[in-house]
């Protein structure tokens, strides 16, 4: 069965420096998603993205944060300045189409700790 | 805004005995909605969704759900766990008219079954 995967699993990196997270969504998927989840906190949705373009994003996706799809099968959240409070899980999930009923395929995810 | 509310953090339950895992939402109109599993290192896996039709929905695993528009609930349940069902639980909405397609996630339920 297809999965989405993540690259890396986990990434640690000094507050300041600039990571970038890679995701590859499932292959006929034409609709990427971000989701955050900060340590013993709820998961939160970052950005929605098709046609290379952001569909919806959430407050918590300020300046900080870009996504691109710089190819044909990859799908990159970078983070330009981290800071501590960016430290938590990196869900990426893709759908075929995006009504609002549509299954969403979730990745492992990437635990980025930032020092 | 939409908003989803897991009352327990925790459900311990016997293997062999029914278990129900409680979820309310809060959402303008009619809502889409999900139950998600987390397994350890593992993505989201989505069990079931209600989108319209039968308040009874049928999911993976032997696992179902109540749709209750009149208390704003959608409880997981299963008629008799396994122990290979220990894992986190979350339930979601998307609100019908949500062009993004944003999921709104619970907090989470852990479920430990014990044999």
């Known amino acids: 069965e297809p999965e989405v995967t993540q690259t890396p699993s986990h990434q640690v990196t000094q507050m300041g420096q600039e990571v970038i997270l890679r995701c590859v969504p499932i292959?006929?998927?034409?609709?990427f998603y971000w989701y955050r989840q900060i340590l013993g906190q709820k998961v939160e949705f970052l950005v929605s993205?098709?046609?290379?373009?952001?569909?919806?994003k959430s407050e918590i996706f300020d300046d900080q944060f870009s996504v691109e799809r710089p190819d044909g099968s990859n799908f990159t959240l970078k983070i330009r300045s981290t800071k501590l409070e960016d430290s938590a899980m990196y869900f990426c999930a893709s759908s075929e189409v995006a009504f609002g009923g549509e299954t969403q395929y979730f990745g492992p995810g990437t635990r980025l700790l930032v020092l | 805004a939409q908003s989803v509310a897991q009352p327990e953090d925790q459900v311990n339950v016997a293997e062999g005995n029914p278990l129900t895992v409680k979820c309310t939402y809060s959402v303008s109109g009619n809502p889409y909605l999900f139950w998600y599993v987390q397994y350890p290192n593992r993505g989201l896996q989505v069990l079931l969704k209600?989108?319209?039709?039968?308040?009874l929905v049928k999911g993976s695993y032997g696992f179902e759900a109540e749709f209750n528009k009149s208390q704003t609930s959608f409880h997981l349940k299963k008629p008799s766990a396994l122990v290979s069902d220990s894992a986190l639980y979350f339930c979601a909405v998307s609100p019908l008219n949500n062009a993004g397609n944003m999921l709104t996630f619970g907090g989470g339920t852990r479920l430990m079954v014990k044999p």
């Open positions: 209600y989108i319209t039709g039968d308040n």
């Open positions: 292959s006929n998927h034409l609709y």
């Open positions: 993205f098709y046609n290379n373009e952001i569909s919806e």
